[in-house]
């Protein structure tokens, strides 16, 4: 099994992709939505739940993980890779190459995570791949956790997307970088709010073809559950009634969806 998690639905636009890329492979995907946003937390507890939640992924057996979350790429992949040394961990971040590939006029726009936005790994990413481009970074507080509630089309949702992007239209880039997996489930507000000239990033595919060719051999292990004969498991640590409905409306396949607790152990007496 390869194991995929994200701060709540927004990793369901890479699983799909995933599941595309390595049929038949059987994935369990876990949805921290109990603790949604990720964006909008303590680093050091993004670093906790994303160490419990690959904890709990290797428990079940997995032989990959992919954390399909930019916020928790940018904030816990190297110490899930430093914590499971033989566990082959495949990230996601903001597609600014893809995005400089595809501008026209070398103005570029990345909606994100204040946290993503805010960290090393990104500051890193942007010096080495915005090639001289123009670039504005376009934080979206409280985007995702109105796409956590289930109803992708409520007004209120509309309008913040319309907020967030209002900046990206002034300033005329024609490139925009869904930089959370989140994003891509709204891709058609977004769409609608920049204007039908601009094109939309979205490294799903990219991140899949990359853990496929990162899994390889690791695959083979992969058999099927028995437990779950369909192959696809998706837990969610909060209400999973907004992970059933977006994974009915965005997953071309059945998956079982349960509720998982993944609470912290507590601390030791000394
Ligand atoms: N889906 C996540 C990402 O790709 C984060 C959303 C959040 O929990 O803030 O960054």
């Given at each position: 099994?390869?194991?995929?998690?994200?701060?709540g639905?927004g990793?369901?636009?890479v699983l799909?992709?995933?599941?595309?890329a390595i049929p038949?492979t059987?994935?369990?995907?876990?949805?921290?939505?109990a603790?949604a946003?990720?964006?909008?937390?303590?680093?050091?507890e993004?670093?906790?739940?994303?160490?419990l939640?690959?904890?709990h992924?290797?428990?079940l057996?997995?032989?990959?993980?992919?954390?399909?979350?930019?916020?928790?790429?940018?904030?816990?992949?190297d110490?899930?890779?430093?914590?499971w040394?033989n566990?082959?961990?495949?990230?996601?971040?903001?597609?600014?190459?893809?995005?400089?590939a595809?501008?026209?006029?070398?103005?570029?726009?990345?909606m994100?995570?204040p946290?993503?936005?805010?960290?090393?790994?990104?500051?890193?990413l942007?010096?080495?791949?915005?090639d001289?481009?123009?670039v504005?970074?376009?934080?979206?507080?409280?985007?995702?956790?109105?796409?956590?509630?289930g109803?992708l089309?409520?007004?209120?949702?509309?309008?913040?997307?319309?907020?967030?992007?209002?900046?990206?239209?002034?300033?005329?880039?024609?490139?925009?970088?869904?930089?959370?997996?989140?994003?891509?489930?709204?891709a058609?507000?977004?769409?609608?709010?920049?204007g039908?000239h601009?094109?939309?990033?979205?490294?799903?595919d990219a991140?899949?073809?990359?853990a496929a060719?990162?899994?390889?051999?690791?695959?083979?292990?992969?058999g099927?559950?028995?437990?779950?004969?369909?192959?696809?498991?998706?837990l969610?640590?909060?209400?999973?009634?907004?992970?059933?409905?977006?994974?009915?409306?965005?997953l071309?396949?059945a998956?079982?969806?349960?509720?998982v607790?993944?609470?912290?152990?507590?601390?030791?007496?000394?």
């Amino acid at each position: 099994m390869i194991g995929v998690f994200d701060s709540g639905v927004g990793g369901l636009s890479v699983l799909r992709a995933l599941h595309a890329a390595i049929p038949g492979t059987p994935l369990c995907y876990v949805a921290d939505s109990a603790y949604a946003p990720y964006g909008e937390r303590p680093t050091a507890e993004v670093l906790v739940r994303s160490a419990l939640i690959a904890q709990h992924l290797v428990s079940l057996g997995a032989a990959g993980i992919v954390v399909a979350c930019n916020t928790a790429t940018a904030i816990a992949i190297d110490h899930l890779r430093a914590r499971w040394p033989n566990l082959p961990v495949v990230g996601i971040e903001p597609g600014l190459k893809p995005a400089i590939a595809a501008t026209r006029n070398r103005r570029i726009g990345v909606m994100a995570t204040p946290a993503t936005l805010a960290s090393a790994p990104f500051a890193k990413l942007a010096a080495a791949q915005a090639d001289g481009a123009f670039v504005l970074l376009q934080p979206c507080p409280g985007l995702a956790q109105h796409i956590e509630t289930g109803d992708l089309d409520a007004p209120e949702l509309i309008a913040l997307v319309r907020r967030f992007c209002e900046p990206l239209r002034d300033a005329k880039v024609d490139t925009v970088v869904l930089g959370c997996t989140h994003y891509p489930l709204i891709a058609r507000h977004i769409q609608a709010a920049v204007g039908p000239h601009v094109t939309l990033i979205d490294t799903a595919d990219a991140v899949a073809s990359h853990a496929a060719r990162r899994f390889g051999s690791n695959l083979d292990a992969c058999g099927p559950s028995a437990a779950n004969p369909m192959g696809i498991e998706l837990l969610s640590t909060g209400d999973p009634a907004a992970l059933r409905k977006i994974a009915a409306a965005w997953l071309p396949f059945a998956a079982s969806v349960a509720r998982v607790e993944l609470s912290q152990p507590a601390a030791r007496a000394a």
